[in-house]
């Protein structure tokens, strides 16, 4: 369960992009459409760390069966 939690790292990364966005937002004049806009990058970031750690997640799997397959 652990494994999914994310690392301070990715949590430091979408702070600072979140804190960065609602910046933008902020200023804007039509707060509306400025949120779409805002939330896109934040999305696809969230979307690419999720694919990354389960990619990681996916090849210690394969390792630790490749192992068990040369050690029986």
């Known amino acids: 369960m652990m ?18 966005c609602a910046a933008i937002v902020s200023l804007s004049p ?3 459409s400025a949120i779409f806009f805002a939330a896109v990058p934040l999305f696809f970031v969230c979307a690419l760390i999720g694919l990354r750690r389960n ?15 040369e050690i029986g």
Do not use: G, I, N
């Open 3 to 20: 494994q999914r939690l994310p690392t301070s790292a990715e949590m430091a990364l979408f702070a600072a992009m979140a804190l960065f």
């Open 30 to 32: 039509k707060q509306d």
């Open 55 to 69: 990619e990681r997640r996916a090849e210690a799997l394969e390792a630790e069966a490749q192992e068990s397959e």
